[in-house]
């Protein structure tokens, strides 16, 4: 080298989505898809609608409990997590007397 010369670099973060869906009966929030960093955690908050409870939750295609809240961290790689939702149901048993 005969001077002085610059060097710059850019460097950008690796990000990762997760894929946040649900059925009909209740909702996820964050929903849709998020960009995480890498190395971020990411909190999912599930809730029933009235008349309604989650059925199950699964992350990554797996199913992982019925829950309210789901934790990613330390985020590495893209994810995904359903929640599915069910009305509740009773049982009415009725009897008479005399028959």
Same mark, same amino acid.
């Given at each position: 080298?005969?001077?002085?010369?610059?060097?710059?670099?850019?460097?950008?973060?690796?990000?990762?989505?997760?894929?946040?869906?649900?059925?009909?009966?209740? /909702?996820?929030?964050?929903?849709?898809?998020?960009?995480?960093? $890498?190395?971020? =955690?990411?909190? !999912?908050?599930?809730?029933?609608? *009235?008349?309604?409870e989650t059925a199950d939750v699964d992350v990554n295609g797996v199913f992982?409990?019925?829950? /309210?809240?789901?934790?990613?961290?330390?985020?590495?790689?893209? $994810?995904?997590? =359903?929640?599915? !939702?069910?009305?509740?149901?009773? *049982?009415?048993?009725?009897?008479?007397?005399?028959?």
């Amino acid at each position: 080298m005969d001077q002085n010369r610059s060097a710059s670099a850019i460097f950008i973060i690796d990000s990762y989505t997760i894929v946040a869906t649900t059925g009909p009966g209740g /909702a996820i929030e964050p929903d849709r898809q998020i960009h995480v960093n $890498h190395g971020d =955690d990411k909190d !999912f908050i599930i809730t029933a609608d *009235t008349e309604y409870e989650t059925a199950d939750v699964d992350v990554n295609g797996v199913f992982v409990a019925s829950m /309210a809240n789901c934790t990613f961290n330390n985020v590495v790689s893209d $994810h995904s997590i =359903d929640a599915s !939702f069910s009305l509740f149901e009773y *049982t009415i048993t009725v009897s008479a007397s005399p028959a």
